[in-house]
């Protein structure tokens, strides 16, 4: 069963510090790997995606790595920021379903200042 | 930039009732999406549609569910008798392409049942 699952559940951080979100996943066959950002009562907004040949790829502090052999990503967070409070979503799509998606549960990240 | 828009924001409905979720895709997007997140936990995959079939659905998506994309824009979810626990957070999605493509989701229909 494809599965992914995300560590922590949730972490508070002070303003300016950094953090990183962990997320490992059972998908097979493996096609890309996303992170989103969820603004609590809103749609998820995508932040990051990455193919079996990227191991890095950023968007402004947000940077996301992937390990496609142990089957790993992280999201760090650089000099995080109150509006960086939100709940981030690992999502992995595989090719034996090509038109869905399999979502983490998401870590929820509170920034206090 | 293109999004995709979702109405209403919120519903209230009485139980048994038939309800209507409604959705604009972006316009150059082929394929589209229903997700749902009840209060509290992840988002569970609903249902696909493209060329204007039902690609594939979850176990989720039972006989009381039913989407139709009534012409060129809109696309729609509808449930037949809602239940208590068809409470949460509907999100429609839309993508260029298909799952190796990036999903754009609208900000979607929290549907209390009440």
């Known amino acids: 069963k494809n599965q992914v699952e995300q560590s922590p559940q949730s972490l508070i951080i002070l303003e300016g510090k950094n953090c990183t979100l962990q997320?490992?996943?059972?998908?097979?066959?493996?096609?890309?790997l996303r992170w989103y950002k969820q603004d609590t009562g809103r749609g998820p907004v995508s932040l990051t995606i990455?193919?079996?040949?990227?191991n890095t790829k950023s968007n402004g502090r947000y940077t996301a790595t992937l390990d496609a052999d142990t089957k790993q990503s992280s999201l760090h967070i650089t000099a995080s920021q109150l509006s960086d409070s939100a709940s981030y979503i690992c999502?992995?799509?595989?090719?034996?379903?090509?038109?869905?998606?399999?979502f983490g549960a998401g870590t929820t990240v509170t920034v206090r200042a | 930039e293109p999004e995709v828009t979702q109405t209403p924001s919120h519903q209230v409905t009485q139980m048994g009732q038939e309800v209507i979720l409604r959705c604009v895709p972006i316009?150059?997007?082929?394929?589209f999406y229903w997700y749902r997140q009840i209060l509290g936990q992840k988002v569970e995959f609903l249902v696909s549609?493209?060329?204007?079939?039902?690609?594939?659905k979850s176990e989720i998506f039972d006989d009381q569910f039913s989407v139709e994309r009534p012409d060129g824009s809109n696309f729609t979810l509808k449930i037949r008798s809602t239940k208590l626990e068809d409470s949460a957070m509907y999100f429609c999605?839309?993508?260029?392409?298909?799952?190796?493509?990036?999903?754009?989701f609208g900000q979607g229909t929290r549907l209390t049942v009440v």
């Open positions: 999605a839309s993508s260029e392409q298909g799952a190796d493509t990036e999903a754009f």
């Open positions: 997320c490992n996943y059972t998908v097979s066959p493996f096609s890309n």
């Open positions: 990455m193919t079996f040949s990227e």
């Open positions: 999502v992995v799509s595989s090719y034996s379903n090509d038109y869905k998606l399999s």
């Open positions: 316009s150059n997007h082929l394929y």
């Open positions: 549609f493209y060329n204007n079939e039902i690609s594939e």
